[in-house]
């Protein structure tokens, strides 16, 4: 019974309180902006300005207008599952943030591992001949090679931080960009480039599309799933996306695969790690007091590289899953600007205290936000954009959550000395 | 001044049932405390007693929930600081509150200076602080800068800012704590000379040997309620002990004659580089400890006790010489390999001690959850954990709010130190290092860490102490060493030495031949 009520009362339901408040005024801020815009805007009319609150709300559950123009709701499962699809890599890269910060890291390097894991992901995807290889095989390669390639990326702060004391910080943005340059360096001399559907240039093969290396009248060349008669077939690639488990009929229409199961698992693993292992023991210990963990004989430094290559290869297996998606595109002149995922897992991991189950949650959160902003554009004279800035404001309230979380904690004393004497010291 | 003060009243400053509530805890509990002119009052008590509470409410920072202030038989209200100025209640807080690239006449001036214009005129300033200075004996150099004075004299400023704004009642928050025993001899008398000048001084302090030298009267607290006021002529030490704490107190450390055997550390011609400039900080030390012995290093703060014990637990790496412990080299061992053998309670229990935001028994096993005891597969082994820590907790008698759960954070200092006590101890290790134990702690806390020690002595560990605090010194030690600018500058038998002649090493003006590093 007394266990059932700290948990309540606890630190960690207070903790969830002040998210869930972050939310909230983070929503209602975001209406006020929808109600202002829509009234200075001349061509927004004021049924407009309701329809824009449902969708902001609740867009994950309409069903489109009906003929009468006015929209519908219930349940959309290809927004359902396009929700859970966008889901996936933020999951990961607000993963990588969390696990980072527990060690008293701020990863901000999460968008060039997550670069690392889907640059080294679709070069073995896409490589790996699937005609002597079994395409599971190469999945799995394809999937680790990503994760390694960001845990390696990720080290690279992490040692400059554990050997020369340089701030991880810092660290983290410059090889955000060498990550950014790199790839695109990598790819650009790379024969991946998607040459086959041909309608629009710049992206790298889809990791579902079968690639064939033929000999036509004695010249090679790659070709598609149509082979041309007459034409040799040296080896076929591709077809390595990763398998629907099903998803696919339950949220028809949309886009989710089975890297959504592979992303809560491996929130649900870091949650045993961080909470339940010897590693989470030392990783916090470090994060929380370096000095009396280096007096404790805990090898600091060695922890610090490696909380950082955890981070990179949870960044690391983001991109990858997004890739092996096989429906996904990589435009892969990245080195103008960094994927946006990798900064949103920033947010993810705010909104969600750093507790790896909770970043399952506002990760969710995150992509149905994005998915109502969607239907805002399409359904309405809105800009998808206002959906940003709610989340702006929720994440700025989520940094605010320890201030909420203060006030809570005043208010619970209160009624406590109301009810009775605090429970003392115990003599 | 200028106002005429009536003289209608004995006291000068009246507290009067002051009670002050905080959310959960009565802090002051209808304290009355009376200060007459010219006197002074020492306030006596342990740790979370209530004194700073008291001294918060004088000087304006908390309302009390009752009780009322007298000044010269005046009802007046205290609301900020800055009434308490008007008032002129001056207080030398612990830790000084001074700036150290200015000049000592600019930090007594700042804030009451005199102006002409947009500029500064120090003339008159000047005057007034040379006068106060030969009047009351306060030497001080007004234009050393205050980064180059030394603590003793930085205390003298601080005097000599409240005595420049022509504050009549001085409070005092524990000012020894920082100084050498001549630098408290010299502050005795200073104070003795401002109360017969009419200064009525309040006195902070736990040490008994002070409060009996030169206070008046002595108020006691004790969590936070008034257990009563006596004249120092009428008390001795073991009374206001057994006030202070509530119960019978062993004040002076109980223990039989040490029976060194053998050698467990050796020190051998160890050096430790500075952080601060390029001289060794540790220069050349070599010393031995023995089973059964407790052995001290003294000194006053700052002379490479700290770097010293560093290098020797491996948290800095030594320039060169080398340390034995049990018969085995572990100069370059990591900290890991040197705790094998070797317990250390840290100097700072905050930085190095506890994990502050980790339970009370996570922190239980922060150097043992590796062993098979604690982990299986890797996992913690929580139900161990809890057993082990509810274990140490009921042993070593640690109190706080929810027992093995409780955030460290939370408790008080001196349950802190007991936790961390009881982890290092219960290792069972050859050697123990104890550095500042007491620090801060009360005389309850003291007199247990105390006979915790010297009861691992009779079980035959070697103990190696480092303490600033002389009384400790010359009352737990079986041989004290004294630092001395990095350098072992005497070793002395507490039995055959004095306080006195302690201090003279302390500060360099003595030390002994000691060929090549070697003890004598």
């Given at each position: 019974m007394t266990e059932k009520k700290s948990l309540i009362k606890g630190n960690g339901g207070q903790i969830l309180f002040a998210s869930i408040i972050s939310i909230l005024i983070g929503l209602f801020a975001g209406i006020v902006v929808l109600v202002v815009v829509g009234m200075t805007n001349n061509s927004i009319s004021g049924s407009s300005i309701w329809d824009g609150v449902r969708l902001v709300l609740i867009g994950v559950f309409n069903t489109g207008r009906d003929a009468a123009g006015s929209l519908t709701f219930g349940f959309n499962p290809t927004f359902f599952g396009n929700m859970l699809f966008r889901a996936m890599p933020l999951i990961l890269t607000g993963l990588s943030v969390a696990v980072a910060y527990k060690t008293g890291l701020f990863n901000i390097g999460a968008p060039g591992q997550y670069l690392a894991g889907i640059c080294a992901t679709l070069f073995i995807a896409l490589s790996i001949p699937t005609s002597s290889v079994p395409a599971w095989i190469v999945w799995i390669a394809a999937f680790f090679g990503g994760m390694i390639a960001g845990a390696l990326w990720g080290c690279i702060p992490g040692l400059l931080k554990s050997l020369l004391n340089i701030n991880e910080v810092i660290a983290c943005i410059m090889t955000n960009w060498l990550a950014a340059c790199l790839v695109t360096w990598a790819f650009d001399s790379s024969?991946?480039?998607?040459?086959?559907?041909?309608?629009?240039?710049g992206y790298i093969y889809k990791t579902s599309t079968i690639i064939n290396d033929v000999i036509v009248d004695g010249t090679r060349t790659v070709v598609g799933a149509n082979i041309p008669e007459g034409a040799t077939v040296l080896a076929t690639r591709g077809g390595?996306?990763?398998?629907k488990l099903g998803l696919d009929s339950l949220f028809s229409g949309s886009q989710v695969n089975g890297g959504i199961l592979i992303a809560i698992l491996l929130a649900v693993i870091f949650y045993i790690i961080m909470e339940k292992t010897t590693l989470g023991y030392q990783l916090k210990a470090c994060g929380s007091n370096r000095f009396a963990a280096q007096y404790a004989g805990i090898p600091d430094k060695r922890n610090i590289v490696l909380s950082m290559a955890l981070a990179g290869a949870l960044a690391g297996a983001a991109g990858s899953l997004y890739g092996l998606s096989g429906n996904t595109e990589f435009f892969w002149t990245t080195y103008q600007s960094l994927p946006s995922v990798g900064f949103t897992g920033i947010a993810v991991a705010l909104l969600a205290v750093n507790n790896p189950i909770g970043v399952i949650f506002s990760a969710l959160f995150m992509s149905l936000l994005t998915i109502n902003g969607q239907q805002l554009t399409s359904l309405t004279a809105y800009n998808e954009y206002i959906t940003d800035v709610i989340i702006a404001v929720i994440v700025y309230l989520s940094a605010f959550s320890l201030i909420i979380r203060t006030w809570l904690g005043k208010r619970r004393k209160k009624r406590d000395e109301k009810s009775g004497p605090a429970k003392g010291v115990q003599a | 001044m200028g106002e005429k003060v009536p003289e209608s009243s004995e006291y000068v400053i009246e507290m009067n049932h002051i009670t002050k509530i905080f959310p959960g805890i009565?802090?002051?509990?209808?304290i009355t405390l009376q200060l007459r002119r010219g006197e002074i009052h020492a306030l006596l008590g342990e740790n979370g007693a209530g004194k700073s509470t008291l001294m918060s409410v004088l000087f304006g920072l908390y309302q009390p929930e009752e009780g009322e202030i007298r000044k010269n038989g005046q009802v007046v209200k205290i609301t900020s600081p800055n009434d308490a100025t008007a008032l002129h209640i001056g207080m030398v807080h612990q830790h000084f509150k001074l700036i150290d690239v200015y000049t000592v006449l600019d930090n007594i001036i700042l804030g009451a200076e005199d102006t002409k214009g947009i500029f500064l005129t120090r003339k008159a300033a000047r005057k007034k602080i040379q006068d106060l200075s030969e009047k009351y004996g306060l030497k001080v150099d007004l234009d050393a800068k205050i980064e180059d004075i030394t603590v003793g004299m930085q205390q003298r400023v601080e005097i000599l800012k409240m005595l420049y704004r022509e504050n009549e009642i001085l409070i005092f928050d524990?000012?020894?704590?920082?100084?050498t025993p001549q630098e408290i001899d010299d502050l005795m008398k200073i104070m003795k000379g401002l109360a017969a000048e009419g200064k009525s001084i309040l006195f902070i302090s736990h040490k008994l040997n002070e409060i009996m030298e030169v206070s008046d009267r002595i108020t006691v607290l004790r969590k936070g309620k008034y257990i009563g006021t006596v004249n120092t002529a009428d008390t001795n030490k073991q009374e206001l002990s057994n006030m202070m704490v509530g119960r019978p107190v062993q004040l002076v450390v109980q223990k039989e004659e040490a029976r060194p055997g053998e050698t467990v550390l050796e020190v051998s011609h160890f050096c430790v580089p500075s952080k601060l400039h390029n001289r060794n900080a540790v220069n050349d030390v070599s010393f031995k400890v023995h089973e059964g012995e407790i052995v001290c290093i003294a000194g006053i703060d700052g002379n490479g006790q700290t770097d010293f014990i560093y290098g020797l637990t491996g948290l800095e790496k030594p320039n060169s010489g080398s340390v034995t412990l049990c018969g085995k080299d572990i100069t370059q061992n990591s900290v890991k390999r040197k705790s094998e053998n070797m317990s250390h309670i840290p100097e700072d229990r905050h930085k190095h001690g506890l994990i502050l935001d980790f339970t009370l028994e996570q922190n239980m096993v922060l150097q043992r959850f590796l062993e098979p005891e604690f982990q299986k597969w890797q996992f913690i082994r929580f139900g161990e954990v809890r057993k082990y820590a509810e274990n140490l907790i009921e042993q070593f008698d640690v109190r706080s709010g929810q027992g093995p759960v409780t955030q460290v954070r939370s408790m008080s200092g001196g349950n802190q130190q007991k936790a961390i006590i009881a982890r290092e101890l219960d290792r069972e290790k050859k050697l123990i290092i104890a550095v500042?134990?007491?620090?801060?702690?009360d005389v309850g806390a003291i007199e247990y860490i105390h006979s915790q020690l010297v009861s691992q002595r009779d079980k035959g560990k070697a103990v190696l102490l480092v303490s600033l605090e002389l009384e400790e010194v010359m009352s737990l030690s079986d041989r004290i060493l004294v630092f001395y600018e990095g350098e072992i500058v005497g070793e002395l038998n507490p039995k055959e030495t004095t306080v006195q002649e302690l201090g003279l090493y302390m500060t360099g003006a003595k030390r002994q031949n000691r060929k090549g590093g070697e003890p004598a």
């Open positions: 024969k991946l480039k998607n040459v086959i559907d041909g309608t629009k240039t390595v996306a990763t398998p | 009565i802090a002051n509990d209808d524990e000012p020894t704590a920082v100084l500042q134990p007491t620090r801060g702690l």
